[in-house]
């Protein structure tokens, strides 16, 4: 099979919200997404960027996608964070999983971070399997923490 790996254009945003609608589904969250293709678009290729994304591509389809922005590390410095590393279920096992991470880890490497983060479900056995042979630690004694739109409402009215 031969692919591509390359940066995400503003024109992809479409297949990419597809791949995540797809992951959402995976995660057994369907109704998680609320981004657009437009947000996308806004917020990966305009004035203030907000993440980075690279494509896999066999032909002209989009099967694989790794999306990360910048992070600081109080402890470590500058970080980044894979939000995403996304391929297709029908590609899965093809390589473009472990292509994808190769150029994430590069870009990390290249832009001098000192960490790489990102989370995994704790029942995505396969997905950690992955990437504990690629090398990375899966922190099984830390949880995540999340406020949501509705929380930070919530709080914000509680200010007052």
Same mark, same amino acid.
């Given at each position: 099979?031969?692919?591509?790996?390359? %940066? =995400?254009?503003?024109? #992809?945003? =479409?297949?990419?919200?597809?791949?995540?609608?797809?992951?959402?589904?995976?995660?057994?969250?369907?109704?998680?997404?609320?981004?657009?293709?437009? #947000?996308?678009?806004r &917020? !990966?290729?305009?004035?203030?960027?907000?993440?980075?994304?690279?494509?896999?591509?066999?032909?002209?389809?989009?099967?694989g996608?790794? $999306?990360?922005?910048? *992070?600081?590390?109080?402890?470590?410095?500058?970080?980044?964070? $894979?939000? &995403?590393?996304?391929?297709?279920? *029908?590609?899965? !096992?093809?390589?473009?999983?472990?292509?994808l991470?190769?150029?994430?880890?590069?870009?990390?490497? %290249?832009?001098?971070? *000192?960490?790489?983060?990102?989370?995994?479900? &704790?029942?995505?056995?396969?997905a950690?399997?992955?990437?504990? /042979?690629?090398g =990375?630690?899966?922190? *099984?004694?830390?949880?995540?923490?999340?406020? #949501?739109?509705? !929380?930070? /409402?919530?709080?914000?009215?509680?200010?007052?």
């Amino acid at each position: 099979m031969e692919y591509v790996i390359r %940066d =995400a254009r503003k024109e #992809d945003m =479409a297949q990419v919200l597809a791949l995540v609608q797809e992951l959402a589904h995976f995660e057994k969250e369907p109704d998680a997404v609320v981004i657009s293709k437009e #947000d996308l678009e806004r &917020d !990966g290729f305009g004035e203030q960027k907000q993440f980075h994304c690279f494509v896999a591509e066999v032909g002209e389809e989009i099967v694989g996608i790794a $999306l990360v922005y910048p *992070r600081y590390s109080t402890w470590k410095g500058p970080a980044i964070h $894979l939000e &995403d590393l996304i391929v297709a279920e *029908r590609m899965r !096992g093809s390589g473009l999983g472990t292509a994808l991470l190769d150029k994430v880890i590069t870009y990390g490497h %290249d832009l001098g971070v *000192r960490r790489i983060q990102w989370e995994v479900l &704790d029942w995505n056995d396969p997905a950690i399997e992955f990437y504990e /042979k690629k090398g =990375a630690k899966v922190l *099984r004694d830390w949880d995540v923490v999340q406020m #949501d739109e509705q !929380g930070i /409402k919530n709080y914000m009215e509680s200010l007052n």
